[in-house]
């Protein structure tokens, strides 16, 4: 399907992005998810599905490299992850264009107008993000993708805070994103618009006793 395979897939004419092997995750020695192999070539989507809980942030979490893995291999390009999570990573006394031109030079970037546009933030770009609202304040946060200049974009419930045509600002930038050889990998429960894969979690649970007695907001 696409860009998404169970690394089975070969071809010169596909590149991939992400590959997973044999992947085990897990949170504070507990194992969520085991035995997942997948890749994803650049110019695809994959979108993660399964219920709260299932294990999802943390794999994500895993691709992006911020935990390792319990056991199995994640292979992607060195400096190449740009990871968006719950939290908007924003400074609340600069202001929006501020924070853009932060996040362009932290990854040794230049150039905020294309993000502006992007999330329709030109009109707040002077304003600062303490005085944003929920909702302006997560354009914002998404914004960042742009100024990485990074190809995989890894995304965890992406949309929260977001009306529907913030929704629809959000899936037109990942098609812009996906349209020049980027690929992302989001977990989300929205139908964001985009011709992706999917690929259910469900299957590939584990310990499911005892996950029942851990904070699922944060698996």
């Not at 994500?60 to 190449?80: C, F, H, I, K, Y």
């Amino acid at each position: 399907m696409g860009g998404f395979c169970a690394l089975s897939c070969s071809g010169s004419d596909i590149v991939m992005e992400l590959s997973v092997t044999d992947l085990a995750v897990g949170r504070g020695g507990i194992p969520l998810l085991a035995g997942l192999s997948f890749g994803l070539a650049r110019g695809r989507a994959l979108v993660l599905r399964g219920p709260n809980g299932s294990g999802k942030t943390t794999l994500l979490r895993t691709v992006a490299g911020l935990q390792l893995p319990m056991a199995g291999r994640v292979e992607v390009g060195e400096d190449s992850v740009a990871y968006a999570a719950h939290a908007d990573g924003l400074k609340a006394a600069l202001s929006v264009a501020e924070n853009l031109r932060f996040w362009a030079a932290v990854f040794g970037q230049s150039g905020i107008d294309a993000a502006l546009r992007a999330f329709d933030l030109e009109p707040l770009a002077e304003r600062r993000a303490g005085q944003l609202s929920a909702g302006q304040k997560r354009r914002l946060g998404l914004a960042r993708l742009v100024v990485t200049g990074r190809p995989l974009w890894v995304l965890d419930e992406p949309t929260v805070s977001l009306d529907a045509a913030s929704v629809a600002q959000f899936g037109a930038a990942v098609r812009a994103h996906l349209g020049h050889g980027g690929a992302a990998l989001i977990a989300t429960h929205i139908d964001l618009g985009l011709e992706a894969d999917v690929l259910d979690v469900t299957p590939y649970r584990a310990a499911a006793d005892a996950m029942a007695a851990t904070d699922e907001a944060f698996l």
